[in-house]
């Protein structure tokens, strides 16, 4: 039987229930509890701060990106030798994308339909007392196979205020447990930038942090009662390996400037018996392997150093010319390109792979899940091989080409977008962040 697993969802983005997951796992760790994780959706940054909190990997549940066995070998991945798996919603429950109607639409929702594990709601009760148990109720009912099991209210402001959501529930909704009210807690608040939270690499003091929300959480949650709600998932399946294995040793980029990996990409390559050797473009260390993943983050931000970074430009550029593999997305595209222009509009060279300039001075957003199909042969894959990702970033093509395009996409509505990406011999890199290979 698989480990016991729950989902901490919410109305809406916004309402706390990241900081009350962190404070829970936390707290478990705290507890001696064998903790995992796992995080629904497209998203590095969270993961990271549940890894932080833990002590191991956190996994992203995708039903839209992913194929129904790697879902299932992912929830069975992220209960090992755990006694509790704890999963963060995306969004609102039953948030997702603009999908045709009767396919997987990516939400939370889905992942609780297909996991069987129940939901404990995360409400931000400002602004209302017995408006939050139609709210409650609402989200308990409207689909019969998500189980709503228990809620905490978030941002209560006083005893009376918590009284007054307590007897609104306990009428309108009596078959979903009240598991806690947080108070208002303004220093537990982590910062943001354009790409969401600021990273758990960056947070001035992540462990102090963890504590206090730690702390928090087993002060006003009834942690035994809600570990109580958990059920073992209803899929299991084998471990996967999501993307071709792209070497013998793969360096995997590894700092502020490149810290958007899957955990369950890198782990399915070493499964597949690929050696990972992680280094750091910012420190301006070589890449050690016969095969290169620059995978995404914020290599804007760090446009002039990466520039000057000739130890780690020539060798990107020297395994490359090895004819070993080089696999690039979103900031890793941008530096593989010819040049990347930072937001005071100045120009950097890069490595000069590819036949584009990026800008991050002229901004537009590009956000949504992506369905990518291989126009040529390389380390991808063949011609026609398809998968499923996303995308998300403000930066832009200024100038590109001429050369080989790597994909065709199609959003995930089924809408054709413009060609993606850039294939120079066994170089192959896009904006998009590739997620599962489509079955």
């Known amino acids: ?25 936390a707290h478990l760790r705290n507890q001696g509890i064998r903790v995992g994780s796992a995080k629904v959706g497209p998203d590095y940054i969270d ?7 833990t002590g191991r990997p956190c996994l992203n549940l995708d039903s839209w990106a992913m194929a129904p066995a790697s879902l299932a070998g992912l929830m069975q991945e992220a209960g090992s030798d755990c006694d509790l798996v704890v999963c963060e919603g995306v969004m609102g429950l039953f948030d997702g994308a603009d999908v045709p109607y009767g396919q997987s639409d990516g939400s939370t929702a889905e992942i609780a339909a297909l996991s069987g594990w129940p939901v404990v709601l995360v409400v931000d009760a400002r602004g209302m007392a017995g408006s939050a148990a139609a709210v409650l109720a609402g989200f308990a ?5 998500v189980t709503v099991a228990g809620v905490i209210f978030n941002q209560v402001s006083s005893d009376k205020h918590r009284r007054m959501i307590a007897a609104a529930c306990a009428r309108a909704c009596p078959e979903v447990a009240l598991l806690g009210f947080m108070p208002r807690l303004e220093k537990l608040v982590v910062p943001s930038r354009h790409l969401g939270l600021v990273q758990a690499c960056e947070h001035p003091d992540l462990p102090a942090f963890l504590a206090a ?3 928090a959480v087993g002060s006003h949650v009834d942690v035994a009662a809600l570990q109580d709600l958990a059920k073992p998932a209803a899929l299991t399946g084998p471990h996967p390996c999501p993307l071709p294995v792209l070497g013998n040793r793969i360096a995997v980029a590894r700092d502020q400037a490149f810290a958007f990996a899957y955990a369950g990409v890198l782990e399915g390559w070493r499964r597949d018996g690929a050696e990972i050797s992680l280094f750091s473009p910012l420190d301006d260390q070589v890449p050690d392997g016969d095969s290169l993943y620059l ?10 150093k990466l520039a000057a970074n000739s130890r780690f430009l020539d060798g990107v550029r020297t395994l490359a010319a090895r004819g070993g593999a080089v696999f690039g997305e979103c900031g890793g595209f941008m530096v593989l390109g010819r040049s990347l222009q930072d937001a005071e509009g100045v120009r950097h060279e890069m490595a000069g792979l590819l036949p584009l300039d990026t800008s991050f001075a002229k901004r537009r957003l590009h956000l949504g899940y992506r369905q990518a ?7 991808l894959g063949q011609v026609g091989t398809t998968y499923r990702g996303h995308e998300f970033h403000f930066a832009t093509i200024v100038d590109e080409g001429p050369g080989q395009k790597l994909f065709a996409v199609t959003d995930a509505a089924g809408i054709t977008l ?10 192959v890199a896009s904006f998009l962040h590739l997620i599962d290979a489509k079955q």
């Open 1 to 25: 039987m698989s480990t016991p697993g729950l989902i901490l969802a919410a109305p809406s983005s916004g309402s706390g229930k990241t900081l009350v997951t962190l404070g829970l796992l």
């Open 47 to 53: 993961p990271a701060f549940h890894a932080a909190a």
């Open 141 to 145: 009912r409207l689909r019969p196979e």
């Open 213 to 215: 929300a730690a702390q």
């Open 295 to 304: 995978p995404g983050g914020y290599p804007e931000l760090f446009a002039g």
């Open 373 to 379: 199909r291989l126009l040529a042969e390389g380390p």
């Open 418 to 427: 413009d060609q993606a990406g850039w294939q120079n011999g066994r170089v």
